[in-house]
């Protein structure tokens, strides 16, 4: 039976969507901005990376070609190869949101029926019933933050006074998300898993997308320094997925990453962990080679994301995708005849773009495998494509949502 993959490069967006404005991103294009500032020699960075965006290998199977098909502009550094060696596209999201779970859940064919709940960027952000709940259900003495941040900013703020007070610090974004962090030793890590568990419940009834517990370690002296024990409690997700279908039609089942936290654990197999992208890449080759026949394999490679898109970071984005793009020939040549595997994002994240949000934007497609035909798939009129086209590749039911282009 033929196997199939979904590789999410977390953020790497293509291009403002239709509705960017809404969203205050009218213009943004993570993929574009980042080439545009390598050819421009702002993107060199000593010892990292000089000179325009290479991805040989991306562009190959029609980036560039995307990318121009998503905004009107050819990137600097990507091409229009004569013949790509994948199935190329964009995608345009549905749901009403720009974050992780909205993405990801669209692309597995079943998107959110419902409105995204969002804190308001005051000061504080929460409502008082909701903190005196959080204080109440986790048996703390209070919470510190109660405000839209950046998290690596406000550690470094209100890291000294949580380990003397030993209150949490809890913050917010653009995204539906409330975020806590707590030091490892000094408050205990499964006590802040043990935390986000009880305010995941809290925040069911607001629509919060995702509880994330943010651990951390080390000193106001020395420096503060987040962990990689980072965990997502997310909202259930709409029933009727590809996992939730590939599970009942008894196909083995594989997530990397933090799919598993993003599907709140529902039918996401066999779930691997690591520390950092190339890390997690190690593992999906591994777990490409033991992938049963007939099986599913869904990964999130959240580094672009967390450590140069939320940090405006446009170098060390830069460096992260030629990083991934080198390690492309490794994966390639661990695929079997029927394996299709889809390579795509689940919203942007422009770093030259104001503030440290997510941006709303069109996501690449780039469908490849040993037997898959290339051709232009053109714009899909929503993120649930992948999943339907995915489902068909493996001869499952459809998911409640998206058109194949197979």
């Known amino acids: 039976m033929p196997r199939a993959m979904i590789l999410v490069l977390d953020s790497v967006g293509c291009g403002g969507a239709a509705d960017a404005a809404s969203f205050g991103d009218a213009g943004s294009d993570t993929l574009g901005h980042i080439a545009e500032a390598c050819a421009q020699g702002r993107a060199d960075r000593d010892g990292l990376r000089s000179g325009p965006l290479r991805l040989p290998h991306l562009d190959a199977l029609g980036l560039g070609l995307l990318c121009e098909a998503s905004t009107g502009r050819l990137p600097p550094g990507l091409t229009r190869p004569a013949q790509p060696k994948g199935q190329w596209g964009f995608a345009i999201e549905t749901s009403q949101g720009k974050d992780t779970p909205s993405g990801h859940w669209e692309i597995a064919g079943a998107p959110a029926t419902f409105a995204w709940g969002y804190f308001p960027p005051a000061n504080p952000s929460f409502p008082q019933d909701l903190v005196d709940a959080i204080v109440r259900e986790g048996k703390i003495p209070g919470i510190l933050g109660n405000c839209h941040a950046a998290g690596v900013a406000i550690i470094d703020v209100l890291g000294e006074e949580h380990l003397r007070t030993g209150k949490p610090i809890c913050y917010t974004s653009a995204d539906s998300v409330l975020q806590i962090a707590a030091h490892e030793e000094a408050f205990g890590l499964q006590r802040l898993y043990d935390l986000c568990i009880s305010v995941r419940k809290l925040c069911n009834p607001l629509k919060i997308g995702r509880v994330i517990a943010r651990p951390f370690v080390g000193s106001a002296r020395d420096g503060f320094k987040r962990t ?175 058109k194949a282009w197979t």
């Open 228 to 402: 990689p024990r980072r965990k997502d409690y997310a909202i259930p997700p709409t029933p009727g997925n590809i996992l939730d279908i590939a599970a009942g039609a008894g196909r083995d089942i594989v997530s990397i990453g933090k799919v598993g936290d993003i599907f709140s654990h529902r039918n996401t197999g066999r779930e691997i962990k690591g520390s950092g992208d190339m890390e997690l890449f190690d593992k999906t080759l591994t777990a490409i080679d033991e992938l049963g026949d007939g099986g599913f394999l869904f990964a999130n490679y959240v580094d672009l994301d967390t450590d140069f898109g939320h940090r405006r970071d446009v170098p060390g984005y830069a460096a992260g995708l030629e990083r991934f793009d080198a390690r492309l020939p490794d994966l390639l040549g661990r695929l079997r005849p029927g394996d299709f595997v889809v390579l795509t994002a689940d919203h942007g994240n422009d770093p030259t773009w104001k503030g440290t949000d997510h941006t709303r934007e069109h996501v690449p497609i780039l469908a490849f495998g040993p037997d898959v035909t290339p051709k232009a798939i053109g714009a899909r009129a929503s993120f649930a494509d992948i999943g339907a086209s995915v489902a068909k590749h493996l001869v499952i039911a459809p998911p409640v949502a998206g």
